[in-house]
T-cell receptor, first 114, second 111 residues
């Protein structure tokens, strides 16, 4: 099983709203990721959690706030977003194996900021 | 930063034809990954490559990790309509470093 789940599937929010995106994996993976993807572009890395600790923040604005409550869950809290933040937000997880490390992506949350 | 050159940018092919796409890098990677993404969905892992020279198949898909560790290709044989989508390559130096993505190859299959 290589399933990463994300909720909600779609989200529409105003610029003054506060919302959260959720991600879950039950594969025992040690690392979890948030990516942002614009149409016709590759995913852009936002945050990496390794063993539940934030290890990489790719200079993401503070209106995006990640949280890793436990090894299976990853949240992305959204506050005071801008219309240009509208995008597909992808969660991924990975685990090092004897062959190497492979990232598995969730289905994404399509976010529209009005 | 590191960049991957993925080509072609787009392809229009007839059903049943074979497809080939590739990625090249200015620096070496220790892992190459190939993903397929359908509109509005997350990327789905197709093939993972971990050793230089490695050739791996997954059904009609075959991918190779270049011997120089700076390139990889993906072949799709006997294409079918459900092969339509965007294919991304991604390279990784080590397990603790971010993936570097190519810009994607958009595949269209004409029945």
């Amino acid at each position: 099983d290589t399933e990463v789940t994300q909720t909600p599937k779609h989200l529409v929010m105003g610029m003054t709203n506060k919302k959260s995106l959720k991600c879950e994996q039950h594969m025992g993976h040690r690392a979890m990721y948030w990516y942002k993807q614009k149409a016709k572009k590759p995913p852009e890395l936002m945050f990496v959690y390794s063993y539940e600790k934030l290890s990489i923040n790719e200079s993401v604005p503070s209106r995006f706030s990640p949280e890793c409550p436990n090894s299976s869950l990853l949240n992305l809290h959204l506050h005071a977003l801008q219309p240009e933040d509208s995008a597909l937000y992808l969660c991924a997880s990975s685990q090092v194996s004897t062959g190497g490390e492979t990232q598995y992506f969730g289905p994404g949350t399509r976010l529209l900021v009005l | 930063g590191q960049q991957l050159n993925q080509s072609p940018q787009s392809m229009f092919i007839q059903e049943g034809e074979d497809v080939s796409m590739n990625c090249t890098s200015s620096s070496i990677f220790n892992t190459w990954l190939w993903y397929k993404q359908d509109p509005g969905e997350g990327p789905v892992l197709l093939i993972a490559l971990y050793k230089a020279g490695e050739l791996t198949s997954n059904g009609r898909l075959t991918a190779q990790f270049g011997i120089t560790r700076k390139d990889s290709f993906l072949n799709i044989s006997a294409s079918i309509p459900s092969d339509v989508g965007i294919y991304f390559c991604a390279g990784q130096w080590t397990g603790n470093t971010p993936l570097v993505f190519g810009k994607g190859t958009r595949l269209s299959v004409i029945a």
